[in-house]
């Protein structure tokens, strides 16, 4: 099967490429480093010719509701036209478990990105995911200095391997609308996730008074029904940084 990895290039987007190639298929790597701007859809049509899946990691690092919404809009939209046109059968989009229950500016703009893809004109599969490992050493990073402040957040963290391996398993099936979500093997607050892997560091956790952070503080970012477990837990991650 000859699938295209929008945002193939980013830390998630590398390792579906991976699995996709592991497992057989032709892998597109969409990137602007390969030549394709979702944003502005310069690209697309070149890239998609031939492609029968399109899994859509692809992001934008903002807090800014605004900014989330424009770009998704943006991202998505340019995405979805290009597929029609070159007979794309299915799209792969990988969201976030609790989008609709924790009203955060980022999360507005991933609502945006699933309304527009569950209305558009390619047969859609949604893998909603809890917060990655990995997002713990990013938290690390983006706090300056010796001691790090994060807000209360419990969830239940999975590999992005792991989820990366779903979206593929997805991508080679038929199209689900809202499929099932993907978390990890353990509910862990992400205060103690960042105490474990942050050496040298000093990690405190204060509640804050906003809805979305009270969302989060509040099991928001948990999966409420059925989900598919992931099978790395956060200690066997850490251990192989």
């Known amino acids: 099967m000859r699938i295209a990895v929008a945002g193939g290039t980013g830390w998630v987007g590398k390792l579906v490429v991976e699995q996709a190639r592991a497992a057989g298929h032709d892998v597109v790597v ?79 703009g991933k609502r945006r990105q699933e309304e527009l893809a569950l209305a558009g004109p390619i047969p859609v599969t949604i893998l909603r995911a809890t917060q990655f490992h990995e997002f713990a050493a990013q938290m690390i990073a983006r706090v300056p200095g010796p001691v790090k402040v994060v807000p209360t957040m419990v969830t239940r963290p999975v590999a992005a391997a792991d989820v990366a391996a779903e979206l593929v398993r997805l991508a080679e099936g038929p199209a689900q609308g809202l499929g099932a979500e993907i978390a990890g093997p353990e509910v862990l607050k992400m205060g103690d996730m960042m105490k474990r892997i942050a050496k040298g560091k000093l990690v405190l956790t204060l509640p804050l008074p906003d809805a979305a952070s009270r969302a989060m503080a509040h099991g928001g970012l948990l999966p409420t029904g059925d989900f598919r477990q992931g099978e790395i837990t956060f200690d066997k991650w850490a251990a192989t940084r």
């Not at 010719?49 to 899994?55: L, Q, S």
């Not at 340019?78 to 046109?85: F, G, T």
């Not at 799209?91 to 229950?101: A, K, Y």
Request: negative net charge; glycine residues 10%.
């Open 30 to 108: 969409m990137s602007r480093s390969t030549g394709v701007d979702l944003i502005t859809g310069s690209g697309l049509d070149e890239a998609l010719r031939g492609v029968e899946v399109v899994i859509d990691v692809a992001n934008v690092e903002t807090l800014s509701r605004k900014v989330a919404i424009e770009w998704f809009e943006k991202e998505t939209g340019h995405l979805l036209a290009a597929e029609e046109k070159a007979g794309v059968r299915h799209h792969v989009v990988l969201s976030i478990v609790g989008v609709d229950r924790v009203d955060s500016g980022y999360y507005a």
